[in-house]
Nanobody
Framework: QVQLVESGGGLVQPGGSLRLSCAASGSIFSINAMGWYRQAPGKQRELVARITSGGSTNYADSGKGRFTISRDNAKNTVYLQMNSLKPEDTAVYYC?????????????????WGQGTQVTVSS
């Protein structure tokens, strides 16, 4: 049973910082790309940041210069450091990962999602 467990969300004032964490656990063969998405009320889910297994990153324009994605491959964990937060960053943040698992002697890749963590930026 593979799962992604997020933590670190909460309420923060504008200009503040939060660090989100997402740990993958279970029978994992390897992890390829990991990323963070967010969904605000009434809006579609959107990419925030993504990082490959080799450490290459890409960011949505909304977070460039404020957000930093990183990963610890030994811990199967991805992080999102968010600084200078704005009210428009308020959303549920979801962890996403492309995981390879072994089934019946073969390796398969699946996309997994975390349960989401609420980030609210408000004074």
């Amino acid at each position: 049973q593979v799962q992604l467990v997020e933590s670190g969300g909460g309420l923060v004032q504008p200009g503040g910082s939060l660090r989100l964490s997402c740990a993958a656990s279970g029978s994992i063969f390897s992890i390829n790309a990991m990323g963070w998405y967010r969904q605000a009320p009434g809006k579609q889910r959107e990419l925030v940041a993504r990082i490959t297994s080799g450490g290459s990153t890409n960011y949505a324009d909304s977070g460039k210069g404020r957000f930093t994605i990183s990963r610890d491959n030994a811990k199967n964990t991805v992080y999102l450091q968010m600084n200078s937060l704005k009210p428009e960053d308020t959303a549920v943040y979801y962890c996403n990962a492309a995981l390879q698992v072994v089934k019946f002697g073969s390796v398969y890749e699946y996309e997994y999602w975390g349960q989401g963590t609420q980030v609210t930026v408000s004074s």
